[in-house]
């Protein structure tokens, strides 16, 4: 079975640029997560998708985050404008339901100059 | 006071040891407890799960839930090399996970 792919893995930008990342879940997986993991903490839940609705995004910071789950398969998460502390690892997740066990991808390294 | 507390560490310990990880929380209502590892430029994946109190078990990991005491603990037997990552509890009282900030092993030779 193949597990969540992301990409880009790296990117690095200047503050006020905007960036997009993409998700592809596992197959069959109808709830899709977008957690943000600065270095040296836990992740944080950024947005929580069930299919293509969303169930949470009380953390979105959505004066400038962005994120979309199209026919309920990939999510892109994008940053307009990027800030300096937006630097982290953007992970994402997905799970077959939503209180079932999350699957993580490798993650997304942002670095913003 | 953040709701899910845990060590940093770094935790560093020779080949063949028992490593003790652990993390207390405030949030008297969360059911679901998890510990992932994680490796250097890696997502995490999930190692334990626990619902409630008690104890599981699985190879050379076990896992404990102390509700009443809001404390949870991974011990790690015979400990490897292999095992060196960063240790993240979880935990949630609906499908929302609360991470800690992980604990990081090093496990040498």
């Known amino acids: 079975e193949a597990g969540v792919a992301q990409s880009p893995r790296y990117k690095i930008i200047e503050k006020r640029q905007s960036v997009a990342f993409w998700c592809n879940p596992i197959?069959?997986?109808?709830?899709l997560y977008w957690y943000q993991q600065i270095l040296g903490q836990g992740p944080k839940l950024l947005i929580q998708f069930q299919n293509n609705g969303v169930v949470d995004d009380s953390q979105l910071p959505k004066d400038r985050f962005s994120a979309e789950r199209l026919k309920g398969v990939d999510s892109t998460l994008k940053i307009q404008p990027a800030k300096l502390e937006d630097s982290a690892v953007y992970l994402c997740a997905s799970s077959l339901w939503r209180t079932e066990t999350q699957y993580f991808g490798p993650g997304t390294r942002l670095l913003v100059l | 006071q953040k709701e899910v507390e845990q060590d940093p560490g770094p935790l560093s310990v020779p080949e063949g040891a028992i490593v003790s990880l652990n993390c207390t929380y405030s949030?008297?209502?969360?059911?679901?407890f998890m510990w992932y590892r994680q490796y250097s430029r890696k997502g995490p994946e999930l190692l334990m799960y626990?619902?409630?109190?008690g104890n599981k078990e699985d190879g050379r990991f076990t896992a404990q839930v102390d509700k009443s005491s809001k404390y949870i603990s991974l011990f790690i037997r015979d400990s490897q090399p292999s095992d060196s990552a960063t240790y993240l509890c979880?935990?949630?009282?609906?499908?929302?996970?609360?991470f800690g900030t992980g604990t990081r092993l090093q496990v040498f030779p």
């Open positions: 626990t619902y409630s109190s």
């Open positions: 949030n008297s209502a969360f059911q679901y």
């Open positions: 197959s069959g997986h109808a709830t």
């Open positions: 979880a935990m949630s009282n609906t499908d929302k996970l609360i």
